[in-house]
C-alpha cells in the first residue's frame, strides 16, 4: 500500500485536514482538493497529466503533497528563479513540515548563477572590465566570496540581475575548465550539482530541463537518472523556451568572450606567439563591423543578406577561421587555449550551417537579431513537437504532470498539446477560487480609434484618466510595445499629479518595491512584466491593457510558422497567432486579482475586442467578470474600492495610536 493510499490528499487538504489543523488561516478548496487528487493519480499510474489551475487555486500544495507523500524521485521545473526560491525556501519547507516527511531536496540552477572561482581570479589579475559599475560590483563580489556556502549570486542583494560583472565571475559551458580547473575542489556549481544527483526532490528551471532532455553540455546527461515524477510549474513558458534549446545560436558576446580570454592567455602564459593577441583583437574588430552592417537595435530579421551584410558576414567568417588556425598550433600550451580552440570549431561549424538551410527531417529557419551593442545569429526549429518527444523518451516511464494558468484557449488545450506533439495526456481544467463576479470588473471603454491609429495610446489615456484620478494610480499600464511603452511615458510628463515608474528605468524587481512602497503609483510597462508579477492588496487596483497582444508580425519565427501553416493548408490566424495573443491576454489580466481580498478592474482599450469576429474567443478565454462599457458604473465601483481602502487605512493609523 503506497503512502498515497494511506493518507490522502483530503486528509491532508481537506476541511479537517492535516494543514488545516496546523494553520488556522488555512481553507480548503475542492479545486485544490480535484488537481491533487488528479496529480496523485497520474502519480500512481505512471501516467501524464495537463492542468490548467486558475489564480487562487493553490496549484503549487496541490502538487507538492501528493509528489512528496508518494515517497518516490520527483524534479520540478518552473519557470524563473524567482519561482525556484520561492518553492524551495518557502512552498517545500511548508509542506514537508506539516507533513512530518523530511525528504532530501535540492535547488540547482543554471551556471551562470554561481560565483566561478577561477573566473573571479582571472579578471581579477586581469583589471580589464567595462566600466566602473563592474568595478564597484566586482569589489562586492570578492568580499562576499568568503562569506557564502552556496555560491548563488542571488545571496548578493545588492549586486543587480543586470550587473555587467556577472559574466566576468561566472562560467559558462563553453569556457569551463571542468576537471582541469585548478579550483575544482572549491567548484559550487559542481557542488550544486553532486546535491541535486543525491535528492529525493529537486527544483530547476526550465533551462536547466530542457538543457538535459537536450543533452547539452550544461545539463546533467540525466539529471535524475532514477526519476520518478516530474511536474513542470507555468507550463505555458516550456514551448517558448524549447525554441531556444532545439535550435543553436552565435552572439557577439560569445565571440568576445572567447576573444578576451585568448588575449589574456597571451598576456599571461604564452608570451612568445603575438598572434594570438593580434587574431583575437582583429576578430573582435569584425564582430563589430559585422553588428554595425546589421542596421540598427531592437530588429529581427531573416536570414536574407544584402551585399554590405553578406561582405562583412565574410570578414567575420575568415577572422574566425584565422583565429581558429593560430589557437589550433597553441592549443596543447594551456587548458584555456584548448578550450578556445573546441570553441572556434563550434563556431566554424555554426557557420558553415548558418549559411545554407540546416540538414535533417525538422525545418529550421536561420535568422538574426539586432541588440544595442551585439548580434545573434539563430537556426531554430519551425516546430519542437516531434523533437520534444523523441528527447523525453529517456524518461517516458515517469510521470509528467504539467500545469499553469494559462495553457487552455477557448476552453481547449489543443493548442498545447498540438505544439509539444503530445498524445495520450489526461487533461483537467480548474477554474479559478475567486469570485470574478464580485470582485472585479471589466471594461472596455467606447468610442476609442483602432491601436494602429496614431492617436490611439493618447485616447487611451484621456479614457482612463478620470479612473486613476479616482484609484490615485494604483494601477498597472501594460503594452504590447516598447515604441507605445516610451509615446505613453512622454504624455505622463505632462500630469505631474501622477507618481508613475516605466520600465527600464531600474531592474523589475527594484521597479515592483518602488511601486509597493509608493502611494498611489502608476506602472509603465511591456514584456516581462504582462506575468509572473504578484501585487496584491490595495496597491493595485486596477490593469490597464492598451491592446490586444498579437506577436510581430516582424518575428522571423513567427512568420516561418505561418509560411509553413499555409503550406499545409492550415489557417495561421487561427491557428496560430490567435491562440498565442489569447494565451499573452490571459497572463497580463491575472495581474489584477491575486487573492480573496483583492477587488478592481481590468480596462482593455482596444476595440476589435468588440468589433472582430475573432473577439468573442478573447473574452470567453478570461475569467467570469462582470463586464460593462459604461464609464460611470466603472467610476462608482473604484470609488467605492478607494472609500474601503481609506477607511481600513484609517482604522489601522487609530489601532497604532491606541
Not at 496541490?62 to 509528489?67: D, E, F, G, S, T
Not at 519547507?93 to 531536496?105: C, N
Not at 526550465?206 to 515524477?229: C, M, N, Q, R, Y
Not at 498565442?580 to 481580498?597: F, H, N
Request: charge should be neutral; glycine fraction near 4%; hydrophobic fraction near 40%.
Amino acid at each position: 500500500m503506497t503512502i498515497v493510499e494511506t493518507l490522502s490528499v483530503e486528509a491532508v487538504l481537506g476541511d479537517k485536514g492535516v494543514f488545516a489543523q496546523n494553520n488556522p488561516k488555512f481553507q480548503a478548496r475542492k479545486e485544490q482538493l480535484s488537481m491533487a487528487a488528479a496529480v496523485a493519480k497520474a502519480i500512481e499510474n505512471n501516467a501524464n497529466s495537463l492542468i490548467e489551475a486558475g489564480t487562487g487555486v493553490g496549484k503549487t500544495f496541490a502538487y507538492l503533497v501528493p509528489a512528496i507523500l508518494s515517497g518516490k524521485q520527483v524534479v520540478i521545473s518552473t519557470g524563473t528563479k524567482n519561482l525556484q526560491d520561492q518553492l524551495f525556501k518557502k512552498d517545500i519547507p511548508i509542506v514537508t513540515r506539516t507533513l512530518g516527511i523530511h525528504p532530501q531536496t535540492a535547488l540547482l540552477k543554471g551556471r551562470n548563477n554561481y560565483l566561478c572561482e577561477y573566473r573571479l581570479e582571472s579578471t581579477l589579475s586581469s583589471g580589464r572590465l567595462p566600466d566602473p559599475v563592474a568595478v564597484k560590483h566586482l569589489s562586492m563580489v570578492n568580499k562576499w566570496r568568503n562569506n557564502t556556502l552556496s555560491g548563488d549570486l542571488t545571496e548578493l542583494k545588492p549586486l543587480p540581475d543586470n550587473s555587467p560583472v556577472i559574466s566576468y565571475v561566472t562560467s559558462t559551458a563553453d569556457n569551463c575548465l571542468g576537471q582541469e580547473c585548478p579550483f575544482i575542489d572549491k567548484c559550487f556549481v559542481a557542488a550544486a550539482r553532486e546535491k541535486a544527483r543525491k535528492a529525493k526532490v529537486l527544483v530547476v528551471n526550465h533551462h536547466l530541463l530542457l538543457a538535459d532532455l537536450v543533452l547539452k553540455s550544461d545539463g546533467f546527461g540525466e539529471l535524475l537518472p532514477d526519476t520518478d515524477i516530474f511536474i513542470v510549474d507555468e507550463a505555458h513558458h516550456l514551448t517558448k523556451t524549447a525554441y531556444q534549446f532545439y535550435g543553436n545560436y552565435l552572439s557577439s558576446r560569445q565571440i568576445n568572450e572567447l576573444c578576451q580570454e585568448v588575449e589574456l592567455q597571451y598576456r599571461t602564459e604564452v608570451t612568445d606567439s603575438k598572434d594570438l593577441m593580434l587574431d583575437a583583437q582583429r576578430l573582435s574588430k569584425a564582430a563589430k563591423d559585422f553588428r554595425l552592417a546589421l542596421g540598427e537595435y531592437d530588429n529581427k530579421s531573416e536570414w536574407a543578406p544584402d551585399k554590405e551584410i553578406l561582405k562583412a558576414f565574410n570578414n567575420l567568417t575568415q577572422k574566425i577561421t584565422r583565429l581558429f588556425e593560430v589557437v589550433k598550433v597553441n592549443s596543447a600550451r594551456t587548458k584555456v587555449l584548448e578550450s578556445c580552440f573546441e570553441r572556434l570549431n563550434q563556431y566554424k561549424h555554426f557557420i558553415s550551417q548558418f549559411e545554407q538551410k540546416p540538414d535533417g527531417s525538422f525545418d529550421f529557419i536561420n535568422w538574426y537579431e539586432t541588440i544595442k551593442s551585439g548580434f545573434i545569429l539563430h537556426s531554430t526549429p519551425i516546430n519542437i513537437g516531434e523533437l520534444f518527444q523523441q528527447s523525453r523518451q529517456r524518461y517516458s516511464q515517469s510521470s509528467w504532470v504539467m500545469t499553469s494558468a494559462t495553457l487552455t484557449v477557448n476552453n481547449s488545450f489543443d493548442h498545447f498539446i498540438r505544439t509539444l506533439n503530445w498524445k495520450n495526456i489526461e487533461t483537467l481544467m480548474l477554474p479559478s477560487s475567486f469570485d470574478y463576479q464580485n470582485q472585479a470588473l471589466l471594461y472596455l471603454p467606447r468610442d476609442l480609434p483602432s491601436p494602429s491609429d496614431e492617436y490611439h495610446i493618447k485616447a487611451m489615456i484621456d479614457a482612463v484618466l478620470p479612473l486613476l484620478r479616482i484609484t490615485r494610480g494604483r494601477s498597472f499600464l501594460l503594452f504590447t510595445s516598447h515604441k507605445a511603452l516610451q509615446k505613453a511615458a512622454e504624455i505622463f510628463d505632462d500630469y505631474k499629479e501622477f507618481n508613475y515608474f516605466v520600465q527600464g528605468q531600474s531592474s523589475k524587481e527594484e521597479l515592483l518595491n518602488q511601486f509597493v512602497q509608493s502611494d498611489d503609483a502608476i506602472l509603465l510597462a511591456t514584456g516581462s512584466f504582462w506575468e509572473g508579477v504578484d501585487v496584491s492588496g490595495d496597491n493595485l487596483v486596477m490593469v490597464i491593457i492598451d491592446k490586444l497582444p498579437f506577436a510581430s508580425p516582424d518575428d522571423p519565427l513567427l512568420n516561418a510558422k505561418i509560411n509553413q501553416c499555409r503550406k499545409n493548408k492550415g489557417n495561421p490566424f487561427m491557428e496560430i497567432q490567435l491562440p498565442d495573443a489569447i494565451l499573452s491576454l490571459k497572463q497580463g489580466v491575472g495581474r489584477l486579482i491575486r487573492s480573496v481580498e483583492d477587488r478592481g478592474v481590468v480596462c482593455i482599450t482596444d476595440p476589435r475586442l468588440i468589433g472582430k469576429h475573432y473577439g468573442k474567443q478573447f473574452l470567453d478565454s478570461l475569467p467570469n467578470f462582470k463586464r460593462t462599457r459604461e464609464s460611470q458604473l466603472v467610476e462608482e465601483f473604484l470609488t467605492d474600492i478607494m472609500s474601503v481602502s481609506t477607511s481600513s487605512d484609517e482604522n489601522e493609523n487609530n489601532q497604532g495610536k491606541s
